[in-house]
């Protein structure tokens, strides 16, 4: 049975102390993935983002996809991270981290995860800009990117 920890939460995180934490828990892993992601601020106009979600049913969707990962990769170990409210440009927005046996394991796991939580998880994300603020919409770069993992294939 794999460890797996799914955590949704308004407060900022610590990068370092989760990873520290998630490698101990790991043990005997050989390998240990982590991926952070950060608030873009692309054409710097971004003020903040803000990311909704319905409780209960987005953490139930991604502890399935997480369920998928841990079966699919052999993996020891998994966590996702993932911040919801208002967010400034530059911080933490989520985390993955994947253990596994072996790193080729570890690393397309991490990708599988991100993959899945840039494109099917159940946020809803507004970037408050200096023009106003804007929904934001799925990309075709995100689809494609979750294409190469229907079927087995990765």
Not at 54 to 81: K, N, Q
Not at 85 to 106: D, K, L, N, W, Y
Not at 117 to 142: M, N, T, Y
């Amino acid at each position: 049975m794999t460890d797996r920890v799914i955590r949704l939460q308004e407060a900022p995180f610590d990068y370092g102390a989760e990873c520290a934490a998630f490698a101990e828990r790991a043990g005997g892993a050989g390998a240990v993935v982590t991926f952070l992601g950060l608030v873009r601020n692309d054409g710097g106009s971004l003020t903040r983002m803000e990311i909704d979600h319905y409780p209960g049913m987005t953490e139930a969707a991604i502890d399935a996809i997480a369920a998928e990962a841990a079966t699919r990769f052999r993996l020891d170990s998994l966590l996702v991270l993932h911040r919801t409210g208002p967010m400034q440009p530059g911080e933490p927005i989520m985390m993955v981290a994947t253990a596994s046996r072996h790193r080729a394991e570890a690393f397309a796991a991490a990708e599988f995860l991100m993959d899945y939580l840039k494109s099917r998880a159940p946020f809803w994300k507004k970037e408050h800009r200096a023009e106003g603020p804007i929904w934001v919409a799925a990309r075709d770069a995100d689809e494609e990117a979750l294409d190469r993992w229907a079927g087995g294939a990765g």
